[in-house]
């Protein structure tokens, strides 16, 4: 839990600093018109894979088969999707990574890695608080 609130202290801290900077270089409204390009593309490119990865599960599961490897696609999909909606550089890089196929599979490996960590030590359960 360290780690997550770690990240979400300095991930803004730093996409603010790269935006600052950025439009110190190449002026405001280009600025703003990448982060703006960057929400569009992601959007669309989410809802692409979104609806591909819809399409796995629901065959995997017509066909009586788990889809676990689609579940995990879908979750990066997911949260690469909230990752793009929130403004920033370091955040919209993140998201696209892990929309992207090809580089999805870091994150689906680094998922299971945790999962694997946790059943390993015992800790099965799963809790999310909001």
């Not at 919209?92 to 580089?103: A, E, K, N, R, S």
């Amino acid at each position: 839990m360290g780690k997550i609130l770690l990240f979400i202290i300095v991930t803004p801290i730093i996409d603010l600093y790269i935006l600052i900077k950025a439009s110190q270089n190449v002026g405001f409204w280009p600025t703003i018109a990448l982060i703006v390009a960057t929400g569009i593309v992601g959007y669309y490119l989410a809802r692409s894979e979104g609806k591909i990865v819809l399409s796995n599960i629901n065959r995997a599961l017509s066909q009586g088969t788990v889809p676990g490897d689609a579940f995990l696609t879908g979750l990066c999909i997911l949260i690469g999707g909230i990752f793009l909606a929130v403004p920033g550089i370091v955040t919209d890089i993140i998201g696209i990574t892990m929309i992207l196929p090809g580089t999805r599979q870091i994150y689906k490996n680094a998922i299971k890695r945790y999962f694997k960590n946790k059943i390993r030590r015992g800790s099965t359960r799963v809790f999310i608080r909001w």
